[in-house]
């Protein structure tokens, strides 16, 4: 059925103005109005024109901001933001990439606290785990700018969803696979990134509750916080090495893991010590397909970029809802004999 919002209007008994913003989820509606409009949309069918919409759109912008940190993980994510956001242009639909060294939590606050309605229509962030960083997401959310959460996730509700992988769940794969290479028994060591990141701290959560429960004769013999820094990756696993020469595996949460790589081969460690971590970053592949790796388990980061694009789109031009909660993307677990396929077959 087609309807014009004057009609729409007029059966709600409402302005044709508060249609407009129910329709686009606009804030300054009573929520009792908003229920009552959207009531009628769903009785009369109506769908929004997004052809008009297009054209309507042309000469203005609806914009995303993302924000997200420069670690290994920046470059697929923002790919994936980039190449989705393209398909939009058209409409009028861009998203503005903003990038903040690590572990800068005051400018990601900044780039935030800086986000008005009248510019950003929502928000994209890879955020650090800070009070400061939840409080700007918590008043982004009550300005009624919507904010998803990709590839590390904040404690609380505040943002609508978090799009990324199960990173506990991932971290007890990760522990199921490394007993299974030393044979149940014997010493680890963990790298990690830091307290700043819930993404380490649940890798790392679930790695260690697997192991207390079911494999007692693994001992983590150390624990090394790498800050996403290749000269403290390297340095301290040299130490580690020299300090652990028997040491049987090493799992990382974190990235830098070529920087790991290289202290394996060059202290003559290579497939002597199994080595667990994540993502399919081309070093990476190289890697495994040396065997200096073992293992290493994808997450589909270029996924994590595009999906947010994708459901702002759907919801500003489709009416559609935002999901709330966690969506998770792939534990993809990859060893030599299947670390060049692709992603998505």
Same mark, same amino acid.
């Given at each position: 059925?087609? =309807? #014009?919002?004057?009609?729409?209007?007029? %059966?709600?008994?409402?302005?044709?103005a508060t249609v407009? +913003?129910? /329709?686009?989820?606009?804030?300054?509606?009573k929520?009792?109005?908003?229920?009552h409009?959207l009531q009628?949309l769903?009785?009369l069918?109506y769908?929004?024109?997004?052809a008009?919409?297009?054209?309507?759109?042309?000469?203005?912008?609806?914009?995303?901001?993302?924000v997200l940190y420069k670690?290994?993980?920046y470059a697929?994510?923002?790919?994936g933001?980039?190449e989705?956001?393209a398909?939009y242009?058209?409409?009028?639909?861009?998203?503005?990439?903003?990038?903040?060294d690590?572990?800068?939590?005051e400018a990601?606050?900044g780039?935030?606290?800086a986000?008005m309605?009248e510019?950003?229509?929502?928000?994209? =962030? #890879?955020?650090?785990?800070?009070?400061? %960083?939840?409080d700007?997401?918590r008043?982004l959310t009550? +300005?009624? /700018?919507?904010?998803i959460?990709?590839?590390?996730?904040l404690?609380?509700d505040?943002?609508?969803?978090?799009i990324?992988q199960?990173?506990?769940q991932?971290g007890?794969?990760?522990?199921r696979?490394?007993a299974?290479f030393?044979?149940?028994?014997?010493?680890?060591?963990?790298?990690t990134?830091?307290?700043?990141?819930?993404?380490d701290?649940?890798?790392?959560a679930?790695f260690?509750?697997l192991?207390r429960a079911?494999y007692p004769?693994?001992?983590?013999v150390?624990?090394?916080?790498?800050?996403?820094?290749?000269i403290i990756?390297?340095r301290?696993t040299?130490?580690l090495?020299q300090?652990?020469?028997?040491?049987n595996?090493?799992?990382?949460?974190t990235?830098?893991?070529r920087?790991v790589?290289?202290a394996? +081969?060059t202290?003559?460690f290579a497939e002597k010590?199994?080595?667990?971590?994540?993502?399919?970053y081309?070093d990476?592949?190289?890697?495994?397909?040396?065997r200096i790796?073992?293992c290493t388990?994808?997450?589909d980061l270029?996924r994590?970029g595009a999906?947010?694009?994708?459901?702002?789109?759907?919801?500003f031009?489709?009416?559609e809802?935002l999901p709330?909660?966690e969506?998770?993307?792939?534990?993809?677990i990859?060893?030599?004999e299947n670390?060049?396929?692709?992603?998505?077959c």
């Amino acid at each position: 059925m087609s =309807v #014009t919002l004057k009609e729409i209007a007029k %059966i709600s008994g409402v302005c044709r103005a508060t249609v407009d +913003k129910v /329709i686009h989820n606009r804030p300054g509606v009573k929520e009792k109005t908003r229920r009552h409009v959207l009531q009628v949309l769903s009785d009369l069918d109506y769908k929004p024109n997004i052809a008009g919409k297009a054209l309507k759109m042309q000469n203005s912008r609806l914009t995303i901001t993302a924000v997200l940190y420069k670690t290994d993980a920046y470059a697929q994510i923002s790919a994936g933001i980039t190449e989705q956001a393209a398909q939009y242009a058209d409409f009028g639909f861009f998203v503005d990439i903003k990038s903040v060294d690590y572990p800068d939590i005051e400018a990601q606050a900044g780039i935030l606290e800086a986000c008005m309605p009248e510019k950003t229509a929502g928000v994209i =962030v #890879t955020p650090f785990n800070s009070k400061r %960083i939840i409080d700007a997401v918590r008043t982004l959310t009550q +300005k009624g /700018i919507p904010v998803i959460t990709v590839n590390n996730d904040l404690p609380g509700d505040e943002r609508i969803c978090f799009i990324g992988q199960n990173l506990r769940q991932a971290g007890r794969a990760a522990a199921r696979l490394m007993a299974a290479f030393i044979g149940g028994r014997g010493t680890v060591a963990v790298i990690t990134g830091s307290q700043n990141f819930l993404s380490d701290i649940n890798r790392f959560a679930g790695f260690s509750e697997l192991l207390r429960a079911e494999y007692p004769d693994i001992a983590i013999v150390k624990t090394i916080q790498n800050f996403e820094d290749p000269i403290i990756t390297y340095r301290e696993t040299v130490k580690l090495l020299q300090e652990h020469p028997g040491l049987n595996g090493i799992y990382i949460t974190t990235g830098r893991v070529r920087e790991v790589g290289r202290a394996v +081969k060059t202290l003559g460690f290579a497939e002597k010590i199994k080595i667990v971590c994540f993502d399919l970053y081309e070093d990476i592949q190289e890697l495994v397909h040396q065997r200096i790796i073992t293992c290493t388990i994808g997450q589909d980061l270029y996924r994590q970029g595009a999906y947010p694009v994708q459901l702002f789109f759907q919801h500003f031009y489709h009416n559609e809802p935002l999901p709330k909660g966690e969506i998770f993307t792939a534990i993809d677990i990859r060893i030599p004999e299947n670390i060049r396929y692709p992603q998505s077959c």
